[in-house]
């Protein structure tokens, strides 16, 4: 649906450059081009930044399942750790080797 929106705005801007404006046609397409890159690099990012928001839930509910998950060469597990939901990060328990630590799930395999 979004392409189809994108795809619409497009042809609108189109319109508007070729009505309002008394630009040359090449300068017309290099308008168009550069914010059809725009828009492609959005595109890409917003698709970064869900892979990596599904990555992070992957992994704290891994967590949640009692699993041990590989973090910047430790192990992480329910037992040692706490996940702080709010930022994605898990925080080493007291009495344990691991008080304090503070890891980010980002970091996890």
Same mark, same amino acid.
């Given at each position: ?24 046609? /090449? ?5 168009? +081009?550069?914010?059809? &890159? ?10 970064? /930044?869900?892979?990596? &928001?599904?990555? +992070? ?10 699993? +041990? ?9 329910? +037992? ?25 799930? &980002?970091?996890?395999?």
């Amino acid at each position: 649906m979004t392409y189809i929106f994108g795809i619409l705005i497009i042809g609108l801007f189109y319109l508007a450059l070729h009505y309002l404006t008394e630009l040359t046609l /090449s300068q017309k397409w290099w308008v168009i +081009t550069i914010v059809l &890159s725009i828009l492609g690099v959005a595109i890409m990012f917003n698709a970064y /930044s869900e892979n990596q &928001s599904n990555k +992070t839930r992957d992994i704290a509910m891994q967590f949640k399942q009692g699993k +041990t998950l590989q973090c910047d060469g430790l192990e992480v597990n329910s +037992t040692n750790y706490t996940l702080s939901v709010g930022t994605y990060t898990f925080i080493g328990k007291d009495n344990t080797s691991n008080a304090g630590q503070m890891i980010s799930a &980002s970091s996890c395999e």
